[in-house]
């Protein structure tokens, strides 16, 4: 299916992102990779077998224009850049929180901003969104990510309706928890947690089935799926809120 493609990863020096780069290139895609390490795209793009490091940062409007620019004409694009910090609104940083919805969602809406204009013009793409668990319904300790989450993937809905009877796929992607440096920082027991080249699996398989929307690993994701339909104030017990 990737075969011969272009795909352009936002968000591939690390974990998932990268993860799911050597699994397209094993497919036979030609990657253009992002992110802001250098040296670990660098890295990553030596590895591989048709890849090329283009570094940049996502809360740089210019710098997401040169690079879609250069990069020009794409199969597909696959937003995974992140950021992450867990903090109650008691102990509410309001630079680490914009940093999270400017790195997490906005960065989400300068690439794909630069990239649908094309897919339409040639009525052909693909346009995958990493989405989160956390983004079904607000959870404790998960101010900031929660939101820009529940954004991104909200935005990847907009997307659907929009370009519902072109040949444009859109999809998004929620995981659980994954084992990254980001979710070192977390004190709290995570259940189901996988690696990234599990997560990385996953996600293939779903951009390979077509369906709009996944959500894993099941039955975790059921959790959030089915409880934001519960009462509130039972969902919040549930998860521990409040202790």
Same mark, same amino acid.
């Given at each position: 299916? @990737?075969?011969? %493609?272009?795909?352009?990863?936002?968000?591939?020096?690390? +974990?998932?992102?990268?993860?799911?780069?050597? !699994?397209?290139?094993?497919?036979?895609?030609?990657?253009?990779?992002?992110? #802001?390490?250098?040296?670990?795209?660098?890295?990553?793009? +030596?590895?591989?077998?048709?890849?090329?490091?283009?570094?940049?940062?996502?809360?740089?409007?210019?710098? *997401?224009?040169?690079?879609? /620019?250069? *990069?020009?004409? &794409?199969?597909?694009?696959?937003?995974?850049?992140?950021?992450?910090?867990?903090?109650?609104?008691?102990?509410?940083?309001?630079?680490?929180?914009?940093? *999270?919805?400017?790195?997490?969602?906005?960065?989400?809406?300068?690439? &794909?901003?630069?990239?649908?204009? %094309?897919?339409?013009?040639?009525?052909?793409?693909?346009?995958?969104?990493?989405?989160?668990?956390? +983004?079904?319904?607000?959870?404790?300790?998960?101010?900031?990510?929660?939101?820009?989450?529940?954004?991104?993937?909200?935005? /990847?809905?907009?997307? %659907? /309706?929009?370009?519902?009877?072109?040949?444009? $796929?859109?999809?998004?992607?929620?995981?659980?928890?994954? !084992?990254? #440096?980001?979710?070192?920082?977390?004190?709290?027991?995570?259940?189901?947690?996988?690696?990234?080249?599990?997560?990385?699996?996953?996600?293939?398989?779903?951009?390979?089935?077509?369906?709009?929307?996944?959500?894993?690993?099941?039955?975790?994701?059921?959790? @959030?799926?089915? +409880?934001?339909?519960?009462?509130? $104030?039972? @969902?919040?017990?549930?998860?521990?809120?409040?202790?």
């Amino acid at each position: 299916m @990737f075969a011969g %493609q272009t795909w352009w990863i936002i968000g591939a020096s690390e +974990g998932l992102g990268r993860a799911i780069a050597q !699994k397209l290139d094993a497919a036979g895609a030609r990657l253009m990779l992002s992110a #802001r390490s250098e040296e670990r795209l660098q890295d990553l793009a +030596g590895e591989l077998t048709n890849a090329t490091a283009l570094p940049l940062d996502v809360t740089d409007s210019d710098a *997401i224009r040169e690079a879609a /620019a250069l *990069i020009g004409k &794409v199969h597909g694009v696959l937003y995974c850049a992140g950021t992450y910090d867990p903090m109650p609104a008691q102990e509410w940083d309001a630079d680490k929180v914009e940093l *999270i919805c400017d790195v997490n969602f906005m960065g989400a809406i300068r690439v &794909v901003g630069r990239v649908v204009p %094309q897919m339409v013009a040639a009525n052909a793409g693909h346009i995958v969104l990493i989405g989160s668990l956390a +983004g079904h319904t607000g959870l404790p300790g998960a101010t900031g990510y929660g939101a820009s989450k529940s954004a991104v993937m909200h935005m /990847a809905e907009n997307l %659907q /309706a929009d370009l519902f009877q072109t040949p444009i $796929k859109v999809q998004v992607i929620n995981p659980g928890f994954i !084992k990254t #440096r980001l979710t070192e920082k977390n004190d709290f027991n995570m259940p189901m947690i996988q690696t990234p080249e599990e997560a990385a699996e996953a996600c293939i398989k779903a951009m390979k089935n077509g369906r709009f929307s996944t959500s894993f690993p099941t039955p975790f994701a059921w959790v @959030f799926t089915i +409880g934001k339909h519960l009462p509130r $104030k039972l @969902f919040l017990r549930l998860m521990g809120a409040g202790k």
